[in-house]
């Protein structure tokens, strides 16, 4: 038996060695870097709505994501890594 969804859930992942915080609601989905409050945000509907829609929107989602994910490994003043 399932349990609806029906308040925020919350859980640590880690990728790449990198931790990363996803976030189930009953109306989205959201992948953030941890310690940061951006991150990929995708409606339930936008995902069972088609293919075609749901690529789209990952593909302009994952370029943002990785941009952003690159921008934060670059060394800042002093070596030390943006964060």
């Keep these: ?3 609806l969804l029906d308040k925020t859930l919350k859980r640590e992942v880690r990728i790449r060695d990198r931790s990363y ?13 941890k310690g ?3 991150g990929l945000e995708l409606d339930w509907e936008s995902l069972v709505s088609g293919e ?3 690529a789209a929107a990952l593909s ?14 670059q060394p800042g003043p002093g070596g030390s890594t943006l964060r």
């Design 52 to 54: 075609a829609a749901l």
């Design 36 to 38: 940061k409050r951006k």
């Design 60 to 73: 302009a989602s994952v370029g943002r994501f990785t941009a952003h994910v690159e921008r934060t490994k």
């Design 1 to 3: 038996m399932t349990t």
């Design 21 to 33: 915080i996803v976030t189930l609601t009953p109306l989205t989905l959201k992948l953030t870097p």
